[in-house]
């Protein structure tokens, strides 16, 4: 089969590789019908995640039609013809952590789980195409794929909804979703939410879904800030105005109640030396991340409010406003988003028009054209927001 | 009783390394006061008083010897502190040797005869430092210890499985099922209600088995075991079965200690745990909690037969398997 695969940094290749065959007997088999790319393969192509091996199939958003089970998946769960939504982390169902719904934590689905806990201190699940720490799976921007746990993990598609309206479903929406949970946010709310890229958006969306009086958006790139605009947010272009004193402004002095950071380790600033500061160490490996927009978050909070994190970060970061943390009482939550949690209830949201996943597709392509599609994302290129690829 | 002639032997060893570290560092003071307080002395004793640079030479070299004493009697890691001592002497035997080039009579023979001590001294912290270095390395790590000398090496690990105690004791108690996920084991066989044979996979290329009881059991709770007869890695086990706090789920402690013999077996042996043992434990326990809770060894494509621990990393890349690599791991 085809897949798009990872040959070192800065660099994705379409191959040939091997059809997935299965390896475990809850294992499923699905023919790909839509994968997208996500900003957080982007830490992957940039080099910031450690463990990628060259030849690694990358991909963690992906759905399509089942075209074989394993013998341990019962037919109740899943039939040959299934159409399937994918989530990126793979559950077991039978662990403390999934019990507890916290997918992404799963204790069993990472065969690689000793770097992971070298690295976090404690193992967290494998994840499709998301480097060897996540379990070395291959991943879903591809034909085919191998999807471990078939009987608890793939959410069926019974209506006729199109690939389009519900492949988020298998990770930008569910995590946008999270990033505004977290927040416990109340009708009198105001939430900032750091970057415009598509799980900033949902995070966006979601907020308002939940209930919050404002959304306010922070990113640089016109045409993202038009694309939150549009949906009813306030953009605020970090490089026109300074965000603190803008989020002031907006909210009579307090700041925002709540502070969602969708940016995550690779983020750009609107000062040029904190910028060259964190790019240095960074490049050093002194630090894993920039973390400029977690910064601004807790700097700009209201004292007692909550800052949800679902921007990717990797190792270490540093320069971290702890004393703002504590001393202004803030509430820091964040996770990989545990997908399988809100999968069934956001579909609902879609059946019902609540949420329209679609509004941030920008471009589609075949699989073949993976690497331009990187490429126009990666650089932000004729407005690019979401690519969807076509197996 | 050989082992614990050589345990002793070993450690008396050590101790005399770390005293003649001590009175290097004792040495290394005196000097380095000496050199302080009374510089002119020196360069007379020495035969460099004729020169302006041996001024400003001398105290610095003294300096640098309260600094080695410094080291060597307060550092624990005199074998370090002693290869600090070996780069001064050769810093000092390099001065020397420029001073003997552009010296005459007297003064000349006064710096062969610093010199001809130096050298000494150089030798003999040569030796301590090699020696000191040696004797860190084998007795810093347990288990490395074992691989030199033979010896034995205690391994513990612990992890939380959902599932009740009764359960997990069962799949243990019958120790035919420990080869699903314990990876250097091919098979046991039971042999009697308390008695087993037990086969691995070999570090010498032919495989190892032994015989093995078990010694204490308490259903539910607690199984000890050891191994039986003339195996070539004596072994003892203990696994303790506790239940967790939520009321659901159950804590499993294991102790393993295997006798690990000397020579080139003991070395393979050791090579064959490979670098972290604990790391191999804990994932044995890993898979272990994947098959009570989920049937069985969870496979990746990155990491894709399962039990077999060192094939685990490093990692073929995470793309799917090609059938004639999907046969060859069928039997791995």
Not at chain 2, 153 to 181: C, G, Q
Not at chain 2, 192 to 197: L, P
Not at chain 2, 273 to 282: I, V
Not at chain 2, 283 to 295: A, I, P, S, Y
């Amino acid at each position: 089969m085809r897949a798009n695969t990872w040959a070192g940094r800065n660099k994705v290749e379409v191959r040939d590789v091997p059809d997935p065959k299965i390896l475990n007997s809850r294992d499923a088999i699905v023919r790909i019908t839509s994968t997208a790319i996500c900003g957080s393969d982007l830490h992957l192509v940039d080099g910031y995640v450690p463990t990628m091996q060259d030849g690694d199939v990358i991909g963690h958003e992906f759905m399509g039609e089942v075209v074989e089970v394993g013998p341990g998946v019962g037919p109740d769960k899943l039939r040959v013809g299934d159409r399937v939504v994918v989530p990126f982390p793979i559950a077991c169902g039978a662990c403390a952590a999934c019990a507890a719904e916290l997918y992404s934590c799963c204790e069993n689905s990472n065969p690689n789980a000793g770097i992971a806990e070298k690295m976090f201190g404690h193992p967290v699940a494998g994840i499709f195409g998301y480097s060897h720490l996540t379990g070395g799976f291959a991943g879903g921007q591809a034909q085919y794929a191998r999807v471990p746990f078939a009987d608890v993990n793939p959410l069926r598609i019974e209506s006729d909804l199109t690939d389009e309206q519900v492949l988020f479903l298998s990770d930008i929406l569910p995590t946008g979703y999270m990033g505004a949970e977290m927040c416990d946010i109340k009708p009198s709310d105001v939430v900032a939410v750091w970057g415009a890229g598509p799980v900033g958006q949902f995070a966006m969306d979601s907020a308002r879904l939940l209930g919050a009086a404002q959304v306010i958006a922070i990113d640089k790139e016109p045409y993202r800030l038009e694309l939150a605009e549009r949906a009813g947010h306030t953009p605020v272009n970090f490089e026109e105005v300074d965000v603190r004193s803008r989020l002031l402004e907006l909210t009579g002095g307090r700041g925002p109640d709540k502070c969602i950071d969708a940016v995550g380790l690779e983020a750009t600033h609107g000062s040029a030396h904190v910028a060259a500061y964190d790019r240095i160490k960074q490049a050093v490996r002194s630090e894993t991340e920039r973390p400029h927009a977690l910064r601004q978050a807790i700097m700009s909070c209201r004292s007692g409010g909550v800052v949800s994190v679902i921007g990717v970060y990797g190792g270490l970061l540093d320069k971290f406003p702890a004393g703002a943390w504590m001393n202004r009482s803030l509430t820091l939550r964040t996770g990989q988003c545990h997908v399988q949690r809100y999968m069934k209830p956001l579909l609902e949201h879609i059946e019902r028009g609540d949420i329209d996943p679609t509004r941030i597709i920008t471009h589609t392509m075949s699989l073949e054209e993976a690497e331009r599609g990187f490429d126009i994302f990666k650089n932000k290129q004729d407005n690019c927001e979401k690519v969807v690829l076509k197996p | 009783m050989s082992r614990t002639a050589s345990l002793a032997e070993g450690r008396a060893r050590q101790d005399e390394v770390r005293r003649r570290g001590r009175r290097l560092g004792w040495a290394s003071f005196a000097l380095g006061v000496v050199q302080l307080a009374a510089p002119g002395a020196v360069r007379r004793l020495s035969g460099v008083d004729d020169s302006a640079r041996s001024r400003a030479v001398v105290p610095v070299v003294g300096a640098r010897e309260l600094v080695h004493a410094a080291g060597l009697l307060t550092s624990r890691r005199k074998g370090a502190w002693a290869w600090t001592r070996v780069v001064g002497d050769a810093m000092d035997l390099t001065a020397l040797g420029v001073a003997l080039a552009h010296r005459g009579g007297d003064r000349r023979r006064r710096l062969v005869g610093v010199t001809g001590a130096v050298a000494g001294i150089t030798a003999l912290d040569l030796l301590t430092a090699v020696q000191a270095t040696r004797e860190a390395r084998t007795s810093s790590v347990p288990a490395a210890r074992g691989a030199r000398t033979g010896g034995s090496v205690e391994l513990t690990a612990t992890t939380t499985i959902r599932k009740p105690a009764s359960e997990v004791y069962a799949f243990w108690r019958d120790l035919e099922n420990l080869p699903t996920f314990m990876a250097h084991l091919e098979q046991v066989r039971t042999t009697g209600d308390r008695t087993s044979h037990w086969f691995a996979s070999a570090p010498f290329g032919k495989d190892v088995e032994w015989d093995a009881e078990i010694t204490d059991e308490t259903p539910g709770e607690k199984i000890v075991w050891r191994s039986t007869g003339e195996a070539t890695v004596p072994n003892a086990g203990t696994v303790r079965f506790t239940p967790a706090p939520d009321g659901v789920s159950t804590e499993v402690f294991v102790v393993l200690v295997y006798e690990i013999p000397g020579g080139a077996v003991g070395k393979a042996v050791a090579k064959y745990f490979g670098e972290e043992p604990h790391q191999q434990l804990d994932d044995d326990l890993r898979r272990f909690k994947q098959v009570m809770e989920t049937g069985e060894v969870v496979r990746s494509d990155g990491a894709p037969w399962g039990k077999r621990a060192r094939k685990e990393f490093p990692q073929r890349p995470a793309q799917p398997l090609s059938d004639s690599e999907l046969a060859k791991g069928a039997d791995a």
